[in-house]
């Protein structure tokens, strides 16, 4: 009983209520226009004294105000109407004005819709109410049972003036139970006549995809690039401060590598924060490549006291830019995870095969590294550009070795 009374009179029901009736004030206009065609039709000159007339007037009127639901402003208001009276999920609703011929068919029929069903609910809420008091209080009030005032003659049994509060009652709920089931139905049209195109969710679709994937490459990036500033750093300080007496020059050396380290993810950083201030417009500063920043790479790692020795057989410079890029994110990678969870000496080697960049690195396997929170995202972030490029990775233990592997090809790299 307390969910039927729930679904008659709770917050929702009142709200689809009010959106009925703000349709029939909107079918008002369109209900008298068809009072003049209907009048001079049927020789009638008070077409409201009459009930068939006025269903007729409103009948003509409908279909008037499906022409005038081409507006372009009507589905945009009608969408955020239902949206905010009717409990239409937003995503369910094409914010836009209809544009394609389907779109504006499927609005003209929901404004009719919506027009017809809040009319014939608007004159309901105004004659039933008045109407179902009147009919409880007529056992109260003898006066009510005047014949004069057209009730019917059987009020005046005993049986009948004790069934009036019922009746009464009883009009009313179904008052509300009219007004909840059109609202329910209007409510679950409104995705199908008011929603956006197959073709529109399928934008939606790739734009939401497109936004994700750019989400995820500044997330990779600023793993890769701030996780190993990070990283080095640490090792480069503590390195420094336990030598800080004995060796003055590998201190120095250390600092300023800290310096140097810390100012490229200071620009890389900016970079990537451009690319969330800008809507997508990339940063001032340039993203780092094999070419051009390996040797800096390799020294500001080697000044923290790791050990690491690199055999490169290829020529850098020649290779794609975007090979480059990613390949010396991967290899910076590699690298910041040597530097945290491994032992040394680190061996890095990148070689070009059969029309492929492989970059290998390999190091002894350290103490296994306690489990952080949120961690673990750098390995699969290396998977996550090779596979973009199209080539393939592998991480893992053999023997006492740890050995990481990326296979790049620099054909169709662009």
Request: a neutral charge.
């Given at each position: 009983m307390t969910r039927v009374w729930g679904l008659l009179f709770d917050g929702r029901a009142r709200r689809r209520w009010i959106h009925l009736i703000l349709g029939g004030a909107l079918a008002m206009p369109y209900v008298l226009v068809g009072s003049v065609v209907v009048g001079p039709l049927t020789g009638v000159a008070d077409v409201f004294g009459s009930l068939p007339l006025q269903l007729g007037s409103f009948a003509v009127g409908l279909p008037i105000a499906a022409?005038?639901?081409?507006?372009?402003?009507?589905?945009?208001?009608?969408?955020?109407?239902?949206?905010?009276?009717?409990?239409?999920?937003?995503?369910?609703?094409?914010p836009g004005p209809a544009r394609t011929r389907s779109e504006r068919g499927r609005t003209a029929a929901w404004f009719t819709l919506h027009l017809g069903l809040g009319g014939i609910l608007s004159g309901m809420s105004l004659a039933v109410p008045p109407?179902?008091?009147?009919?409880?209080?007529?056992?109260?009030?003898?006066?009510?049972?005047?014949?004069?005032?057209?009730?019917?003659?059987?009020?005046?049994?005993g049986w009948a003036l004790a069934l009036c509060p019922l009746a009464g009652m009883a009009m009313l709920v179904?008052?509300?139970?009219?007004?909840?089931?059109?609202?329910?139905?209007?409510?679950?049209?409104?995705?199908?006549?008011?929603?956006?195109?197959?073709?529109?969710?399928?934008?939606?679709a790739e734009a939401r995809a497109a936004d994700l994937a750019v989400r995820n490459r500044l997330a990779r990036e600023l793993?890769?690039?701030?996780?190993?500033?990070?990283?080095?750093?640490?090792?480069?300080?503590?390195?420094?401060r336990r030598v800080l007496g004995a060796d003055p020059e590998f201190v120095r050396e250390a600092l300023a590598a800290i310096e140097d380290t810390t100012r490229r993810t200071v620009g890389e950083l900016d970079a990537v924060l451009g690319v969330l201030r800008d809507g997508g417009a990339p940063g001032t500063a340039p993203a780092p490549t094999l070419a051009a920043d390996l040797d800096g790479l390799l020294r500001r790692t080697r000044a923290g006291?790791?050990?690491?020795?690199?055999?490169?057989?290829?020529?850098?410079?020649?290779?794609?830019?975007?090979?480059?890029?990613?390949?010396?994110?991967?290899?910076?990678?590699?690298?910041?995870?040597?530097?945290?969870?491994?032992?040394?000496?680190?061996?890095?080697?990148i070689t070009t095969t059969d029309g492929y960049l492989e970059i290998t690195l390999e190091n002894p396997l350290g103490a296994s590294p306690a489990p952080r929170?949120?961690?673990?995202h750098g390995l699969r972030g290396i998977a996550d550009r090779v596979r973009l490029l199209g080539g393939a990775s592998h991480a893992g233990a053999s023997g006492d070795t740890w050995r990481l592997q990326a296979r790049l090809p620099l054909k169709g790299s662009t």
């Open positions: 022409v005038t639901s081409l507006f372009p402003l009507t589905r945009p208001l009608e969408s955020a109407a239902a949206r905010a009276l009717c409990g239409v999920d937003a995503d369910a609703l094409a109407f179902a008091v009147a009919l409880m209080a007529v056992p109260l009030f003898a006066g009510l049972r005047d014949p004069r005032l057209g009730l019917p003659e059987v009020l005046d049994h179904a008052l509300a139970a009219c007004a909840a089931g059109c609202g329910a139905l209007l409510a679950r049209w409104a995705p199908a006549l008011l929603g956006p195109t197959p073709a529109d969710r399928l934008a939606a793993h890769d690039s701030v996780g190993h500033a990070l990283s080095a750093v640490t090792l480069q300080a503590s390195a420094a006291g790791q050990r690491v020795t690199a055999t490169v057989d290829t020529g850098p410079a020649a290779l794609p830019p975007l090979v480059s890029r990613e390949a010396y994110r991967i290899v910076q990678e590699g690298l910041s995870n040597a530097l945290k969870h491994a032992g040394e000496p680190v061996a890095l080697r929170p949120g961690g673990g």
